[in-house]
């Protein structure tokens, strides 16, 4: 599986990024609010999205799992585990697009990849973040069991204005029990 894998869910299929899959991106990158919190170019061209897919595809290997997020065959958006083998923990990471915000499609991707790294990669924790103003991605962290562990401040720059993020975490006994 671990370079091939698809993820299905109630709603979404969780692939590999392919060439394909630039249009869909370019739709839902291209939207100044989506990116508000994300360190992408604004405004997100076709070369930003063909340049995406790509490292997304050149990528893929044994610790980095970049897939799609695809929902009637549309891709609408992506999500991420990056494992950190010698320590045994993934750091998770996702995005939407707006048009499917709200619907509960973000959790129902995160909580597919945690259960994934747990099961699959026999991860002892994942973590991830958001900006602190990023109200909507740390709700997904806990709704899929992660606790806040810290705040880092000044940690991060978007369009040259520095960012503080919320730290989660889920360890394997908490997962096992949510």
């Known amino acids: 599986m671990k370079n091939h894998e698809i993820i299905r869910t109630k709603r979404l299929i969780l692939r590999p990024f392919a060439f394909t899959d630039v249009d869909d991106v370019l739709a839902y990158a291209s939207d100044p609010e989506w990116s508000r919190f994300l360190p992408v170019p604004s405004p997100y061209t076709i070369k930003d999205a063909e340049e995406f897919v790509a490292r997304n595809i050149l990528r893929h290997r044994d610790d980095e799992h970049g897939l799609a997020i695809e929902m009637g065959n549309r891709v609408i958006g992506g999500i991420g585990l990056r ?96």
């Open 83 to 178: 494992l950190e083998a010698p320590i045994s923990i993934g750091s998770l990471h996702y995005s939407i697009s707006r048009d499917h915000w709200n619907q509960g499609l973000t959790t129902e991707a995160a909580q597919a990849v945690i259960d994934w790294g747990f099961t699959e990669f026999e991860l002892e924790k994942v973590y991830s973040w958001a900006d602190v103003e990023n109200v909507g991605s740390w709700r997904v962290m806990e709704k899929i069991g992660m606790t806040r562990e810290g705040t880092f401040r000044s940690h991060g720059v978007n369009r040259g204005v520095r960012q503080d993020f919320h730290y989660y975490g889920v360890l394997r006994e908490e997962w096992e029990c949510h």
